[in-house]
């Protein structure tokens, strides 16, 4: 197999790419609804129930919720704020160049995680 040059995507591979961030895009927006629906009747509920004993099993369950919701939600609002920020580097010509090194990310990579600003070498975790 021929090893592609590391230059820019081409047209297509873009193309196919901007499907995949807007795909990616519709799905965290959605996601952010139904979990924003969620704490809505997490918050409702727990208004409902009388939490004033810190030792109510009901209490501690409804926190726990309300911190696990929080925590997803957290995640799909950074998710769809890195695939905005993909989406704009796109429209820049930025797109598919690590912001780190500033050599191409790999194809397969941002088919993998289309979001993703750095190439495979920059975003080794560091241990
Ligand atoms: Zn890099």
């Known amino acids: 197999m021929a090893e592609q040059p590391s ?12 499907d ?22 997490i918050v409702a509920s727990s208004s409902l129930v009388a939490v004033d004993d810190e030792h109510d099993p009901e209490g501690a369950t409804i926190a726990f919720e309300r911190a696990h919701v929080q925590a997803l939600l957290d995640q799909a609002r950074s998710q769809l704020a890195d695939l905005d920020l993909a989406l704009e580097r796109l429209g820049r010509g930025r797109y598919g160049t690590c912001e780190r090194c500033g050599q191409p990310i ?20 560091r241990r």
């Open 7 to 18: 230059r820019a995507l081409s047209a297509s591979d873009e193309a196919a790419l901007r």
């Open 106 to 125: 790999a194809l397969e990579r941002l088919r993998a995680r289309p979001a993703a600003t750095t190439c495979v070498h920059c975003t080794r975790p």
């Open 20 to 41: 995949l961030l807007a795909a990616e895009r519709a799905a965290a927006v959605t996601r952010i609804g139904v979990l924003t629906r969620a704490w809505d009747d």
